[in-house]
């Protein structure tokens, strides 16, 4: 095993404790890789917190965990402020698309409510207490599974 690989793998166990323990997969995911490998600061994890639950605890958006993917990965490749007219940085897209393709291919869709469904078999109103608390028992490890894999596939990428 090579040592991305290596590093992948711990990621894969901290990013799913702490999902586990803690919530929020988007911080999860940035969290594990600032830990891991660096390149991620306490202002980018602070920043992800609301897009939990695919922003705003809506399920609407992008899962959490991918969010905090695509994140991690343009705080490495993504375009820099003082470049903004320096063109598109297509070589973050790429990256940032094989990584959605990864997600959707392994996890059956890129909402929240998309996992949601795949998880449980329905959806779930995060913002109704009684909801929240059967959405938590239903998807037992799964979205801690899906944030951990997502952690691991970005370090092994970057």
């Given at each position: 095993?090579?040592?991305?690989?290596?590093?992948?793998?711990?990621?894969?166990?901290?990013?799913?404790?702490?999902?586990l323990?803690?919530?929020?997969?988007?911080?999860?995911?940035?969290?594990?890789?600032?830990?891991?490998?660096?390149?991620?600061?306490?202002?980018?994890?602070k920043?992800?917190?609301a897009?939990?639950?695919?922003?705003?605890?809506?399920?609407?958006?992008?899962?959490?965990?991918?969010?905090?993917?695509?994140?991690?990965?343009?705080?490495?490749?993504?375009?820099?402020r003082?470049?903004?007219?320096?063109?598109?940085?297509?070589?973050?897209?790429?990256?940032?698309?094989?990584?959605?393709?990864?997600?959707?291919?392994?996890?059956?869709?890129?909402?929240?409510?998309?996992?949601?469904?795949?998880?449980?078999?329905?959806?779930?109103?995060?913002?109704?207490?009684?909801?929240?608390?059967?959405?938590s028992?239903?998807?037992?490890?799964?979205?801690?599974?899906?944030?951990?894999?997502?952690?691991?596939?970005?370090?092994?990428?970057?």
């Amino acid at each position: 095993m090579d040592t991305k690989q290596t590093l992948g793998e711990q990621a894969y166990d901290k990013a799913l404790k702490y999902e586990l323990d803690y919530g929020c997969c988007p911080q999860c995911v940035l969290a594990t890789v600032q830990e891991t490998i660096g390149m991620v600061d306490d202002q980018t994890i602070k920043a992800s917190h609301a897009l939990s639950g695919g922003g705003a605890l809506l399920g609407e958006g992008t899962c959490g965990a991918l969010t905090g993917g695509l994140m991690a990965l343009s705080a490495k490749y993504g375009r820099d402020r003082d470049k903004l007219e320096r063109g598109r940085f297509i070589n973050n897209f790429k990256k940032a698309k094989e990584l959605s393709e990864r997600f959707k291919q392994e996890f059956g869709g890129l909402t929240c409510k998309e996992l949601q469904k795949q998880f449980t078999g329905r959806t779930y109103d995060m913002w109704n207490a009684e909801e929240y608390k059967a959405f938590s028992d239903a998807r037992g490890p799964k979205c801690a599974n899906a944030t951990a894999t997502v952690t691991k596939w970005v370090v092994e990428m970057l």
